[in-house]
């Protein structure tokens, strides 16, 4: 089952918007990370954001966690066409030694 | 370093088939896990191998198995397909134990007719 639900399931943005994607997940966790992947293909691991972390930055990234509300949003600003992709959301759960992916969200940038 | 890779990256089979899928893990990573992917269930995890051991299984038939080598190399099986397995399959690798950064292949697209 999947314990991350995103939101919104779908976002179109202009290129130079910021894009902004939601996390929630249910259980106690001890890191939550976001996946980047481009139609079809393999993910690419983008940010780690550890349970004692409140945010965290990568160069146009920008991740926040609320562990009292159980989510994360991930922030990338000024937006290009090649961040079109499915930006997925994993929880590495404390008492698990796996990830457990959301649904992910589906980010097109029209140039 | 050499990323992680997948063979085959595409495979066509017939229901009833089995089919073996290979990952070779980025050099000095000893975790090895499988995923699914199929538009209506998601990412779904298959199973973790560290050391040569499975430590961890998701909630999949046993029609689904695995394994791994002692240079860190990973095949799953898939005994008696049924079109419900096609689906993309992916595999990541990591440094520990414990799956911190986990590293992508491009995944194996199995379509089962």
């Known amino acids: 089952s999947q314990q991350g639900e995103e939101d919104p399931q779908a976002l179109s943005i202009q290129e130079g918007e910021n894009a902004t994607m939601n996390c929630s997940y249910k259980?106690?966790?001890?890191?939550l990370q976001w996946y980047r992947q481009n139609s079809g293909r393999g993910l690419v691991h983008l940010i780690l954001?550890?349970?004692?972390?409140r945010e965290k930055h990568s160069g146009r990234l920008r991740v926040t966690l609320d562990t009292s509300k159980k989510s994360s949003s991930l922030l990338i600003t000024a937006s290009r066409a090649a961040d079109t992709a499915s930006y997925f959301c994993a929880t590495l759960e404390t008492s698990g030694s796996r990830l457990t992916f959301g649904e992910g969200t589906q980010l097109t940038v029209n140039p | 370093k050499a990323g992680v890779t997948q063979t085959p990256r595409y495979l066509i089979k017939t229901r009833g088939q089995q089919v073996t899928l290979s990952c070779s893990p980025i050099s000095g990573h000893r975790s090895v896990s499988w995923y699914q992917q199929t538009p209506g269930q998601g990412l779904q995890f298959l199973f973790e191998?560290?050391?040569?051991?499975?430590?961890n299984k998701g909630n999949f038939p046993g029609r689904f198995s695995g394994r791994q080598f002692s240079n860190s190399r990973s095949e799953m099986n898939v005994s008696t397909l049924e079109l419900g397995d096609s689906a993309l399959y992916l595999c990541?690798?990591?440094?520990?134990?414990?799956?911190?950064?986990?590293?992508f292949g491009p995944g194996t697209r199995l379509t089962v007719l």
């Open positions: 990541a690798s990591g440094l520990s134990g414990v799956p911190d950064t986990q590293y």
């Open positions: 954001i550890r349970s004692n972390e």
């Open positions: 259980t106690s966790i001890n890191n």
């Open positions: 191998y560290f050391s040569e051991t499975q430590r």
